[in-house]
Every structure is written in structure tokens, then in C-alpha cells.
């Protein structure tokens, strides 16, 4: 086959594969004009602006609230020097294995009125109900800390690695002209960190528009919540597709914005001087107050959960450790083991393929497979489920009509639904990881493989499968814990009488009972912990990797 033959091939199943990928996207958006009856006349006269008020105003308050934790915590962990903060460089980035429904249910159980905490208070003061006041967990209020608690890592994370790449000589400049700590922080270091900040608040509030286990618990009406009800409730797949619609419009408009920030300020080293940070040495009160915020933060979104899911799995470990939730666990591990192979797979011949046939299609269709992520589950599910029940009852009324038979559901209510919602929404996250790893590889390296007589696939077996062993396995488990973790999707979509633990989590959470969906809860935190080390290791080399190369450019221009 010809180089022309092969590029040509390449292309059409690379637009191929992203087009069936982007389904979902386009089949929720092709339903925005398809007349749903009564029913989104009676949403928008009833619902529809509680839908859009408290969407806004949740985003409104984790954009407050993540920002001041995650930039304040990357700044004391990056430039200053006060006691533990070696471990609270990588520990701050343990709330991130904790879901933001599992933490929502743990806060519940500790904070209602029958939790330990009220309980203490009524032992130790002799008030009854109504006596005092206690703020309420069940509330907008309280979805805003459940969610800042958790999704304040993706600022703290984008934030510490531009401090960590800010040029020393910038900082030295203010340090020279008389800047304090502060002032260099505020007028030097955080608008050059912008892009970044800019860049994890918009994962963040993508994350918020997503979440569907915290709010429904709450009883907070936002648009992935009114999904659910419009789906399951009035039966309507066009009026829950139009509000899916009107949640992607949230999200498009968070990308575009995104987008715009990063193209406005654009921020170049003039110096390659990579030298160690000189943190400022923190004493005294300041370095108790830095040790106390980290401390709390952690305390907060990480320690305390944690020990409460560990305490009530301990309590119920002899009920609930059974045949039952052993299935649970095999069922959720080879669910997010084969949705993570499948996307490493895809993710790995769509990027290799860039690489050897980069054209303005390849890209733009690579581009569009990896789409899928900043689209929530629940409009995920209802784009995967609306063709593939058009397929199956299609397929199903053919064979009555011409053979008297019928084929049940092959696609809609099956793990290839389930499966490949996963793909959709999780494939950017293999991809991003896997090119990330392919720009570190030479061109070189490819011109080796040719001059030794490889072909494509013998050069990727033998030369880049070898030096991407590390993005690869951070790409699978990176995957591999986001199925683990997903709710919506898998709600909507999974078969009957198969259940995962994170369903199993939300169903016993729904039914008040939290001790017993603990070990659920527990054992996707701990998977979720795998994935964080990484990320931390990964941040914390970057300087040692900046330092390593600044070396080698000088002892080349030496």
C-alpha cells in the first residue's frame, strides 16, 4: 500500500471514529428543534428558572470558593517555607480522589440532625430540637463547600505548576524593587499565572455543571438534575434533550471563554535562568497561620471524610462485605478496565496517526473525538441512549414485520451503551495524556525507526510503545478511575439488574443509609488515590525537569 494509499485510509477512519464519537453531541443538538408537546411548556412555565438560577449561583460559589483555596494553598506550597509543607505539596491533591457525591453523603451522615455532631451538642448543653441553631447541610450552601472542598485541586494544581515555571528573574526584579510576599504575589506572580488559573477554574465549573449525585441529593434543582425528572418522570426524550442542550450552551460558553483568556495573554520567558525557588521563610504567627489554612483544607476535604467512611465500613464491614458487593466491585473493574483499554487503544492510534499524517482534517477530527469531556453524563446518556433505542426498536419492528421475531435490545440498556458513553465522555482524557507523551519523542527517533526499515506499525511497537510506557499507563488509569467514579452515565444507561459501586453508593446513600454505602464510597476513593500520586509526582518533577534542561542549553552554549 502506497504512503498516499495509507494517509488516505488513516484520514477517513480517524473522521470516521470521531463523527460516531461526537454522536451523542450532534444527536442532543438536532433535538433542539424537535417539537416535545406540553412538556417544555410546562418546564419553562414551572421549573426552568430554578434550572438556570441555581445552576449560575453554583457556579458563582464554587468559582469564589475554589479560587480562594486552590490559588491561596498553590502560592504558600510554591514560594514559601513553613513547617510541613513538603507533605502538603501533594497532599492538598488528595480531596481530588474524593467524587463530590461521596463526600456530600459523608457530610450528611456526620452533620444532620441524628449525626454525632448535633448529637454531641444536644448531650453536652441539654437543648431538643429547635433550641439552637445549626446550619443546614441539605442546601445550595451546602452543595457549594461539598463541591469546593473537592474540585479546588484543579486550580491549586494549574496554579502551583505556573508558579513553579514563573522566570526567578521576573520574581528578583519585584524582590529587588522592595516587594514584600504580598505584593509580588498580587502584582507580579498572579496575573502572569492567569491563563492557568483561568484554565482550572473552567475544569472546575465543567465539573460543577456535571455533577449529578450531590445536588440530587440535596434536593438543589439544577439542569442534570431536571434531565433525570424530565427523562424518568414525564418520559419525554426531546424535552430531556433540550434541557441537555440548554446545559451544553453552559458549557460551550465556559470553553469559549477559556479559550478567549488564553489567547489574550500570552506570557514568554525572556531568560532560561531555571534556578531554585528561594521561598520566602515563613516564622512565627505567619508560618502557624500557613500550617493552619492547609491543614484545615486537607482536614476538611480529605481526613475527615475519609475517617468516617473508614469508621462506618468497619462498622458494617461483617452485612455488607458479601457475595453481593464482591460482583459490585468485579462488575465496576472490568466495566472501567475494558472502557479504559478501549480508550487508550483509540486515543493511542488517532494521536500516532496525527503524528505520521498531520493534516488540518486529522486534527480538527481528533479534536472533535476528544469533545466528549467537557459534555456532562447525563447529556451524554441521553445522546447515546436516543439512537440506540431508534436502533434497536427499528431493528426489532423489521424482524417482526418480515420474520415474526423479535431482537430484544441489543444496543439501548446494554453494556455497549454503558461502554460507549464511557468513550465519549472519557476519551480526551487518554488522548491529552498520550499526546502529551508523543511531543516529548523526537522527530528523530521516527527518522531512526525508517532508516532501520521499520513501517509505521513496527516503529510504533518497537520505538514509541517503549519510551510512552508511562503516559500510556497514565492515560489507563487516569480512564480506568474516571468510570470508576461516574454516576449519571451509568444510572441512565446500565442494565437491568447490573450495578456498580458507585450506584450502589448513590441508591444506599438515597435511602438514608450512609453507614451502608461506606464500603461502596471507600473503595472508590482508595482507587482514586492511585492517580493523584501520580499527578503529584508529575508536578513535583517539572521543576527538577526545567533545571535538568536549562543545564544541558547552557553547558551547550558553553
Known amino acids: 500500500m502506497s504512503k498516499n494509499q495509507s494517509s488516505s485510509l488513516y484520514r477517513n477512519a480517524v473522521i470516521l471514529t470521531a463523527l460516531l464519537l461526537a454522536l451523542p453531541v450532534i444527536v442532543v443538538l438536532t433535538f433542539v428543534f424537535v417539537p416535545s408537546g406540553e412538556v417544555w411548556a410546562h418546564l419553562?412555565?414551572?421549573?426552568?428558572?430554578?434550572?438556570?438560577?441555581?445552576?449560575?449561583?453554583?457556579?458563582?460559589?464554587?468559582?469564589?470558593?475554589?479560587?480562594?483555596?486552590?490559588?491561596?494553598?498553590?502560592?504558600?506550597?510554591?514560594?514559601?517555607?513553613?513547617?510541613?509543607?513538603?507533605?502538603?505539596?501533594?497532599?492538598?491533591?488528595?480531596?481530588?480522589?474524593?467524587?463530590?457525591?461521596?463526600?456530600?453523603?459523608?457530610?450528611?451522615?456526620?452533620?444532620?440532625?441524628?449525626?454525632?455532631?448535633?448529637?454531641?451538642?444536644?448531650?453536652?448543653?441539654?437543648?431538643?430540637?429547635?433550641?439552637?441553631?445549626?446550619?443546614?447541610?441539605?442546601?445550595?450552601?451546602?452543595?457549594?463547600?461539598?463541591?469546593?472542598l473537592v474540585l479546588y485541586p484543579y486550580v491549586y494544581l494549574l496554579s502551583r505548576a505556573a508558579f513553579l515555571n514563573q522566570s526567578i528573574c521576573v520574581l528578583d526584579v519585584s524582590r529587588t524593587l522592595g516587594n514584600g510576599p504580598w505584593r509580588t504575589f498580587y502584582k507580579v506572580a498572579l496575573p502572569l499565572a492567569r491563563p492557568a488559573i483561568i484554565a482550572g477554574l473552567s475544569l472546575v465549573l465543567m465539573e460543577t455543571l456535571a455533577d449529578f449525585g450531590t445536588v440530587q441529593y440535596f434536593g438543589v434543582s439544577t439542569f442534570t438534575t431536571g434531565i433525570f425528572r424530565t427523562w424518568f418522570g414525564l418520559g419525554s426524550a426531546a424535552a430531556a434533550a433540550q434541557l441537555a442542550a440548554g446545559l451544553m450552551v453552559f458549557v460551550f460558553a465556559l470553553i469559549i471563554l477559556e479559550r478567549l483568556s488564553r489567547r489574550q495573554a500570552r506570557y514568554h520567558h525572556t531568560s532560561r535562568r531555571h534556578q531554585d525557588l528561594r521561598r520566602y521563610i515563613l516564622q512565627g504567627n505567619r508560618a502557624m497561620g500557613a500550617f493552619g489554612l492547609c491543614l484545615l483544607i486537607l482536614l476538611f476535604g480529605f481526613l475527615l471524610p475519609a475517617t468516617q467512611l473508614a469508621s462506618w465500613t468497619w462498622q458494617v464491614a461483617g452485612s455488607i462485605l458479601n457475595a453481593q458487593f464482591l460482583d459490585m466491585l468485579l462488575n465496576s473493574l472490568q466495566l472501567a478496565a475494558i472502557a479504559a483499554m478501549l480508550a487508550l487503544l483509540i486515543a493511542l492510534a488517532m494521536a500516532y496517526g496525527q503524528r505520521l499524517y498531520p493534516s488540518r482534517s486529522v486534527r480538527f477530527a481528533v479534536r472533535l473525538a476528544g469533545m466528549g469531556y467537557a459534555v456532562p453524563g447525563a447529556v451524554i446518556a441521553v445522546g447515546v441512549?436516543?439512537?440506540?433505542?431508534?436502533?434497536?426498536?427499528?431493528?426489532?419492528?423489521?424482524?417482526?414485520?418480515?420474520?415474526?421475531?423479535?431482537?430484544?435490545?441489543?444496543?439501548?440498556?446494554?453494556?455497549?451503551?454503558?461502554?460507549?458513553?464511557?468513550?465519549?465522555?472519557?476519551?480526551?482524557?487518554?488522548?491529552?495524556?498520550?499526546?502529551?507523551?508523543?511531543?516529548?519523542?523526537?522527530?528523530?527517533?521516527?527518522?531512526?525507526?525508517?532508516?532501520?526499515?521499520?513501517?509505521?506499525?513496527?516503529?510504533?511497537?518497537?520505538?514509541?510503545?517503549?519510551l510512552l510506557q508511562g503516559s500510556l499507563l497514565t492515560a489507563l488509569l487516569l480512564v480506568f478511575v474516571d468510570v470508576l467514579k461516574e454516576l449519571p452515565a451509568t444510572l441512565i444507561l446500565r442494565p437491568f439488574n447490573f450495578n456498580t459501586l458507585a450506584v450502589r453508593a448513590y441508591e444506599l446513600a438515597s435511602d438514608e443509609r450512609l453507614a451502608e454505602a461506606a464500603p461502596a464510597a471507600l473503595a472508590i476513593v482508595v482507587a482514586g488515590i492511585i492517580p493523584v500520586i501520580l499527578l503529584s509526582r508529575t508536578i513535583t518533577r517539572s521543576r527538577r525537569i526545567a533545571n535538568h534542561v536549562d543545564a544541558n542549553l547552557r553547558e551547550t552554549d558553553a
Not at 486552590?70 to 467524587?99: H, I, K
Not at 449525626?115 to 444536644?122: E, F, L, Y
Not at 430484544?408 to 487518554?430: E, K
Open 385 to 466: 441512549m436516543i439512537p440506540f433505542a431508534w436502533l434497536d426498536n427499528t431493528l426489532d419492528s423489521w424482524l417482526r414485520d418480515n420474520w415474526s421475531i423479535s431482537s430484544g435490545l441489543l444496543l439501548s440498556g446494554t453494556l455497549v451503551a454503558v461502554t460507549f458513553a464511557y468513550l465519549c465522555r472519557f476519551l480526551a482524557v487518554a488522548l491529552q495524556t498520550v499526546e502529551s507523551g508523543l511531543g516529548k519523542i523526537t522527530p528523530a527517533m521516527d527518522e531512526v525507526g525508517r532508516s532501520l526499515g521499520y513501517q509505521p506499525m513496527q516503529a510504533l511497537k518497537k520505538i514509541h510503545v517503549p
Open 44 to 148: 419553562a412555565s414551572t421549573v426552568l428558572d430554578d434550572y438556570i438560577q441555581h445552576s449560575l449561583l453554583l457556579m458563582l460559589g464554587v468559582s469564589i470558593g475554589t479560587l480562594l483555596l486552590g490559588v491561596s494553598t498553590a502560592w504558600l506550597t510554591t514560594m514559601c517555607q513553613f513547617p510541613g509543607r513538603s507533605v502538603f505539596e501533594w497532599a492538598l491533591l488528595l480531596p481530588m480522589a474524593m467524587p463530590a457525591y461521596i463526600i456530600a453523603y459523608t457530610y450528611t451522615g456526620m452533620l444532620d440532625f441524628s449525626g454525632p455532631v448535633q448529637t454531641a451538642i444536644r448531650d453536652l448543653t441539654g437543648w431538643g430540637y429547635g433550641d439552637y441553631w445549626f446550619p443546614q447541610i441539605r442546601s445550595l450552601g451546602g452543595a457549594i463547600v461539598m463541591l469546593t
